[in-house]
């Protein structure tokens, strides 16, 4: 487990060990017991450059089933991670644009295969660059390893519609991390985007809405420090660590990087990513919404 930097350490997260510096992945580069993994919106991202020995891992065709719509099933993340050589003892340290949104998504699926050594670089590419850090193009070649991954367990931080239903329906908390315009329904998908996808605009009845770019810093894309995330999530919200918690979007991304903020910066135990989020409750016959 790396040491906990100093600057990440001072911030009062719960769980400070889970993040790791850019100045701690730089040392870290030829680290053989630890594998760099970038995972961007942007597929095109990598190839223009990335950080030297790190591997992509590509949201869409690597993370998703092909065909259903659901995640890569056992085997396929076994083929994963022997592809980009990592074993059940290898450190992960996921980064990405858009301040770590896929990286905190490709974070949770692999614990949903129960990949318990990971970590997210504090600001992502965004940091790294504007720290004027090393790019390279050359793409690393690592010696294939057997990896085998415990049965994919979507019990403990998946939710699915029907369990999201009986959660609204008990009038328990959930967090809405799209943008305002999303959240009223006057878009259906995030501004400069093509409102695509989803028949109908609103939000889950009576579901908060706190936009998850409020818990990074936008200069440098790092993550805010516990007082302030405390100030959104708890002073302005009313959550709480001990609730149970459903955090949605609009395919679950953006609210990775929101579960990943009340999980392990905050302390909190019961949250939950809806991964079909607006997609499949907005296209749903029958389920309520609120504009």
């Given at each position: 487990?790396?040491?906990?930097?100093?600057?990440?350490?001072?911030?009062g997260y719960?769980h400070?060990?889970?993040?790791?510096?850019?100045?701690?992945?730089?040392?870290?580069i030829?680290d053989?017991?630890?594998?760099?993994?970038?995972s961007?919106?942007?597929?095109l991202?990598?190839?223009?450059?990335?950080?030297?020995?790190?591997?992509?891992?590509d949201?869409?065709?690597?993370l998703?089933?092909?065909?259903?719509?659901d995640?890569?099933?056992r085997?396929?993340?076994?083929?994963?991670?022997?592809?980009?050589?990592?074993?059940?003892?290898?450190?992960?340290?996921?980064?990405?644009?858009?301040?770590?949104?896929?990286?905190c998504?490709?974070?949770?699926?692999?614990?949903?295969?129960?990949?318990?050594?990971?970590?997210?670089?504090?600001?992502?590419?965004?940091?790294?660059?504007?720290?004027?850090?090393?790019?390279?193009?050359e793409?690393?070649q690592?010696?294939h390893?057997?990896?085998?991954?415990?049965e994919?367990?979507?019990?403990?931080?998946?939710?699915?519609?029907?369990?999201?239903?009986?959660?609204m329906?008990?009038?328990?908390?959930?967090?809405d991390?799209?943008?305002?315009?999303?959240?009223?329904?006057?878009?259906?998908?995030?501004?400069?985007?093509?409102q695509?996808?989803?028949?109908?605009?609103?939000?889950?009845?009576g579901?908060?809405?706190?936009?998850?770019?409020?818990?990074?810093?936008?200069?440098d894309g790092?993550?805010?420090?516990?007082?302030?995330?405390?100030?959104?999530?708890?002073?302005?919200?009313?959550?709480?660590?001990?609730e149970?918690?459903?955090?949605?979007?609009?395919?679950?991304?953006?609210?990775s990087?929101?579960?990943?903020?009340l999980?392990?910066?905050?302390?909190?135990q019961?949250?939950?990513?809806?991964?079909?989020?607006?997609?499949?409750?907005g296209?749903?016959?029958?389920l309520?919404i609120?504009?």
């Amino acid at each position: 487990m790396p040491q906990v930097m100093p600057d990440i350490e001072s911030r009062g997260y719960v769980h400070p060990e889970v993040l790791v510096s850019t100045d701690w992945v730089e040392s870290h580069i030829k680290d053989p017991g630890v594998r760099i993994i970038e995972s961007n919106e942007d597929p095109l991202l990598y190839p223009s450059g990335h950080i030297p020995g790190s591997v992509q891992v590509d949201w869409a065709a690597d993370l998703n089933d092909p065909v259903r719509r659901d995640y890569l099933d056992r085997a396929g993340f076994n083929r994963l991670m022997s592809r980009i050589g990592v074993s059940r003892d290898t450190m992960v340290v996921f980064y990405g644009d858009k301040s770590n949104w896929w990286a905190c998504y490709a974070f949770w699926i692999f614990q949903l295969f129960g990949h318990k050594n990971a970590k997210v670089m504090d600001g992502g590419r965004l940091k790294w660059e504007k720290e004027g850090r090393p790019l390279t193009r050359e793409v690393p070649q690592y010696a294939h390893t057997t990896y085998e991954a415990p049965e994919r367990d979507d019990k403990k931080i998946r939710t699915f519609r029907d369990q999201v239903l009986v959660h609204m329906e008990a009038g328990k908390p959930l967090v809405d991390v799209r943008s305002p315009q999303e959240y009223s329904g006057e878009r259906t998908h995030m501004p400069e985007y093509p409102q695509e996808g989803v028949l109908r605009g609103g939000h889950i009845p009576g579901a908060k809405n706190v936009p998850w770019a409020r818990a990074a810093n936008p200069e440098d894309g790092s993550f805010k420090n516990a007082a302030q995330l405390r100030a959104i999530y708890e002073q302005e919200q009313g959550l709480s660590p001990k609730e149970d918690i459903v955090a949605y979007c609009r395919i679950g991304e953006r609210s990775s990087h929101t579960w990943f903020v009340l999980t392990y910066l905050l302390g909190y135990q019961k949250v939950k990513n809806y991964d079909g989020s607006w997609t499949e409750w907005g296209n749903s016959v029958g389920l309520p919404i609120e504009k």
